[in-house]
Nanobody
């Protein structure tokens, strides 16, 4: 069974930084896409950032210039570095992976990010 294990959420003041980690229990190269979604209370889940199998990445307009997605191939881990955090970034963040062969979508358990003073 595929698992995406997340870590790194927490509370931070506006303007602060956090780094989220997502470690699948198999090679990251078996996924076409690995990325992050978030869901705030009362809102739909939305895509935040994604990194593709061959290294390109994309971001939601709301986080461009503040968030950076990256991966460590040796550790088979994907990271989301979040800088200049705003209260509107408060949400549960979910790691998402799309299988390279079957296109099956997998989700992590979610990690809470709270930005407040």
């Amino acid at each position: 069974q595929v698992q995406l294990v997340e870590s790194g959420g927490g509370w931070v003041q506006p303007g602060g930084s956090l780094r989220l980690s997502c470690a699948p229990n198999r090679s990251i190269f078996t996924f076409n896409t690995l990325g992050w979604y978030r869901q705030a209370p009362g809102k739909q889940r939305e895509s935040v950032a994604a990194i593709f199998r061959y290294g390109s990445s994309q971001y939601a307009d709301s986080v461009k210039g503040r968030f950076t997605i990256s991966r460590d191939n040796a550790k088979s881990t994907v990271y989301l570095q979040m800088n200049s955090l705003k209260p509107e970034d408060t949400a549960v963040y979910y790691c998402n992976g799309v299988d390279a062969r079957s296109s099956t979508t997998y989700w992590g358990q979610g990690t809470q990010v709270t930005v407040s003073s």
